[in-house]
């Protein structure tokens, strides 16, 4: 499920991650905006992937807490025109879309960076900081730099074009079609999946599977049991068994490791803010973990 969490980050992020500007009148504050986004955000992944809130944060409660942890963290980065009430209209705007078109690279305008003033080539961590409205990443600091359109190379979705996403060999181009070839399902036009190399339909819950073809809607939380039925993965708490449990599937909720000793293992806690972290012992999203340590993105330490 690993790209399940990915696409649980994309979404939270895209809500959330345009700077706020410090210095432009709005008729909320930064907390407000963000305490108003986080719940948007959260809300419309638990309605649509409610599998993700619960895998990423094990409740819509924490969901909304640690979305405007991050909001309120990242959201004032020096050079950003875009004020408190641009991150609400984004939250409003994602509000009424439907699920297929949240997940797309293709946002509502409301969610798209206004040009910020820092020039290609300067350093950036946030896209509304940049002339070019992109801030081209392999970690939370990057530079300045112009979007990439179809045909030409990325390293994330980012640097594409709207519309575009990023595919197995680091090109951006349109998300395929029904029938076309891929070699993953974020290349597939949503809601299809990449099975048995071509983008078709996924069978929904209780359907009949093909192990081989991985053709269980996984956007939905889906996998192929043994009996060749799709069905949801469930999750277990710190302390409980987890992998492969009774013969089902049983992942970790709140950003939880599954410490295995063959098939089966054992939920692991998420480190908190400021503690020690490893492959074992991750952090809560949106802490990553920095030199050992679960840390919150610093804009001020891009400069």
Same mark, same amino acid.
């Given at each position: 499920?690993?790209?399940?969490?990915?696409?649980?980050?994309?979404?939270? /992020?895209?809500?959330? #991650?345009?700077?706020?500007?410090?210095?432009?009148?709005? %008729?909320?504050?930064?907390?407000? =905006?963000?305490?108003?986004?986080?719940?948007?955000?959260?809300?419309?992944? *638990?309605?649509?992937?409610?599998?993700?809130?619960?895998?990423?944060?094990?409740?819509?409660?924490?969901?909304?807490?640690?979305?405007?942890?991050?909001?309120?963290?990242?959201?004032?980065?020096?050079?950003?025109?875009?004020?408190?009430?641009?991150?609400?209209?984004?939250?409003?705007?994602?509000?009424?879309?439907?699920?297929?078109?949240?997940?797309?690279?293709?946002?509502?305008?409301?969610?798209? %960076?206004?040009?910020?003033?820092?020039?290609?080539?300067?350093?950036?961590?946030?896209?509304?900081?940049? =002339?070019?409205?992109?801030?081209?990443?392999?970690?939370?600091?990057?530079?300045?730099?112009?979007?990439? =359109?179809? /045909? /030409?190379?990325?390293?994330?979705?980012?640097?594409?074009?709207?519309?575009?996403?990023?595919?197995?060999?680091?090109?951006?181009?349109?998300?395929?079609?029904? #029938?076309?070839? +891929?070699?993953?399902?974020?290349?597939?036009?949503?809601?299809?999946?990449?099975?048995?190399? !071509?983008?078709?339909?996924?069978?929904?819950?209780?359907?009949?599977?093909?192990?081989?073809?991985? *053709?269980?809607?996984?956007?939905?939380?889906?996998?192929?049991?043994?009996?060749?039925? +799709?069905?949801?993965?469930?999750?277990?708490?710190?302390?409980?068994?987890?992998?492969?449990? #009774?013969?089902?599937?049983?992942?970790? !909720?709140? %950003?939880?490791?599954? !410490?295995?000793?063959?098939?089966?293992?054992?939920?692991?806690?998420?480190?908190?803010? #400021?503690?020690?972290?490893?492959?074992?012992?991750?952090?809560?999203?949106?802490? !990553?973990?920095?030199?050992?340590?679960?840390?919150?993105?610093?804009?001020?330490?891009?400069?």
């Amino acid at each position: 499920m690993k790209t399940m969490r990915a696409l649980g980050v994309l979404l939270v /992020g895209t809500l959330l #991650g345009f700077g706020v500007g410090c210095g432009s009148k709005s %008729s909320v504050t930064i907390e407000e =905006a963000c305490t108003s986004v986080a719940a948007s955000a959260c809300a419309k992944i *638990n309605t649509c992937f409610s599998f993700i809130v619960t895998s990423l944060y094990g409740d819509a409660a924490t969901c909304q807490t640690r979305a405007k942890l991050g909001c309120v963290q990242t959201g004032i980065p020096a050079g950003s025109a875009t004020t408190p009430d641009d991150v609400q209209s984004c939250g409003d705007a994602y509000a009424g879309l439907s699920c297929n078109d949240a997940i797309s690279h293709s946002p509502p305008n409301a969610c798209r %960076s206004k040009a910020g003033s820092v020039v290609n080539g300067a350093a950036c961590s946030d896209d509304a900081q940049c =002339a070019s409205t992109h801030c081209a990443k392999t970690s939370d600091c990057g530079i300045c730099a112009a979007v990439a =359109a179809a /045909g /030409g190379t990325c390293a994330t979705e980012n640097d594409c074009d709207y519309g575009l996403i990023c595919n197995q060999s680091k090109v951006c181009v349109a998300p395929a079609a029904a #029938g076309a070839a +891929c070699a993953a399902t974020g290349e597939c036009a949503s809601p299809l999946i990449c099975s048995g190399q !071509k983008c078709s339909a996924a069978v929904a819950v209780g359907g009949v599977c093909d192990k081989t073809m991985q *053709n269980c809607d996984s956007r939905q939380g889906l996998y192929c049991n043994t009996q060749n039925v +799709c069905v949801a993965i469930t999750f277990a708490g710190p302390g409980e068994a987890c992998g492969i449990v #009774g013969m089902a599937f049983v992942g970790c !909720k709140a %950003s939880g490791q599954c !410490k295995t000793s063959g098939a089966m293992g054992t939920c692991v806690a998420p480190a908190a803010d #400021g503690a020690a972290c490893d492959t074992d012992t991750p952090c809560l999203a949106p802490a !990553k973990c920095t030199s050992g340590i679960c840390k919150l993105s610093n804009p001020a330490s891009c400069g």
